[in-house]
């Protein structure tokens, strides 16, 4: 792998002490607690709106009533975890996590209250105990993100820098963080100072081709700290959410519009066509399995059914409960002509999150001096092989608090040595399909690197994508569409990598034998 991206050459200059990648709630949570002496620069490749955290409709768990203990959370989170999940990162997740809720109870994140005033409670796939806080009924990720973006921008010290995106990661003679290549939407590129780098640019659904994410996330943030020698973890960890809406005219857009696990915790039923259920027996907590056995239950269903999709079912409740408990969904749904209270909803399972990423402690760190990771960018282990549903948003909460303690405390101010120097040289001597040669990508990893791999299906996914590697660096050049292409494939082979190396089947990763 190319240590750098380009042969940068940027026509701008600016400094700042702490550089967050990303305006999601890990990012947005991260500035907000940064010390005020500091300067901090957030970066979004887009706009506010458009991130995963925006389009978060599960909530945010923690064990936060009485009949609930960080113990139990911790339990439930190794078990849906395939019992890989960091024990010291885990029971540092579960336990301040009921923190984490009230700090943002303070800072009024307008959560659903029951008629006395108290937090209403839900629960998701994996839990035993209702621990899912939410607000605006399905749109928590929204109404967080609402509440936090102004308060970080009203700081003095904190500056957005909107449609810049990552480009590459610049290190001293020693390992540590100097500077950041930026690419804006002119594709003018900067030269950005800085001794401090917190990566929280959220997932990589681009890779798939279905994908609840949204256009943004390629991966940006993970691939330039691993082209820096960040170290990478779990990568073999994909989840796909069982309960995208299945959308055969193909009319609304290119992400997958997600039917909340909230809706199965509140009583939504998978059945096929028939109107059978299918998922009891496969599971003790049937429909609430943790998400890699729904989702391999769907496709096991739809492989005997020849059909391309399953329903959810939740009829049985009220028109009036739910307009106000999940209001998104309603609408969307009746958008497109679905009643979800009179209607089953079609549903099949879609690319969602990413397990794996920069391997950071419990204090956000990676093994390169100043660079930090956190939210879904990051692996620190609270997940092992399969999240467990609305844990996502608490560890952006609960670790990137840690980040800005970690640098509030070392006061790593922006170095002036900035030498930059790139080990790319590019022939420029094709003009390369972007597009066609993401799609083709997307399809590959589809295919052979999806809910279930085959070791022949992997080997081939690996040389392909190797060889798009080759054309990417032999044609390189500094715009967003080469960049974002590069960045998608550098991630897509470390999934592969870690696929080919993980040979036993676990949590989300399930590998069956080639046929012969």
Known sequence: MKRYSYNWNPQKELATDVLIVGSGIAGLYTALNIDAKLSVTVLTKESIDLSNSWLAQGGIAAAIKSDDTPEYHYVDTQVAGAELCDPLATETLVREGPGAIE?????????????????????????????????????????????????VFARENVTLMERTMLADIVTDSDGKIVSAILLDENDVQILMKTANIVIATGGIGQIYPI???????????????????????????????????????????????????????????????????????????????????????????????????????????????????????????????????????????????????????????????????????????VHGANRLASNSMLECLVFGKRAADLINASVNETSGNAAFISAVSSSNSEKLDYTALRNDLQAIMADRVGPVKTPKGLQAAKQYTEELLDKLYANSNPSKKYLELLNIAQVALAIIEASIDRKESIGSHYVIADKK
């Open 211 to 381: 994908s609840t994410n949204p256009s943004v996330a390629t991966g940006d943030g993970l691939a330039a700290a691993y082209r820096a020698g960040a170290d990478l973890k779990d990568m073999e960890f994909v989840q796909f959410h069982p309960t995208a809406l299945y959308d055969a005219t193909g009319k609304y857009g290119e992400r997958a519009f997600l039917i909340s696990e909230a809706m199965r915790g509140e009583g939504a039923l998978l059945k096929n066509r028939k109107g059978v259920r299918f998922m009891t027996g496969q599971h003790e907590l049937a429909e609430l399995a943790p998400r890699d056995i729904v989702a391999r239950g769907i496709l096991s269903e739809l492989q005997k059914s020849g059909d391309a999709n399953v329903f959810l079912d939740i009829t049985h409740k009220e028109r009036e409960f739910l307009e106000k408990r999940f209001p998104t969904i309603f609408n969307e749904c009746l958008r497109r002509g679905i009643d979800i209270s009179k209607d089953f909803i079609p549903v099949a399972p879609a690319y969602h999150y990413m397990m794996g990423g920069i391997k950071v402690d419990i204090n956000a760190r990676s093994n390169i001096p100043g660079l930090y990771a956190v939210g879904e960018a990051a692996c620190t282990g």
């Open 103 to 151: 700090s943002l109870r303070r800072l009024n994140v307008p959560f659903d209250l029951n008629a006395d005033g108290d937090l209403r409670v839900t629960r998701e796939g994996g839990h035993h105990h209702n621990r899912i806080v939410h607000a605006g009924g399905d749109a928590t990720g929204r109404e967080t993100v609402k509440t936090l973006a102004p308060l």
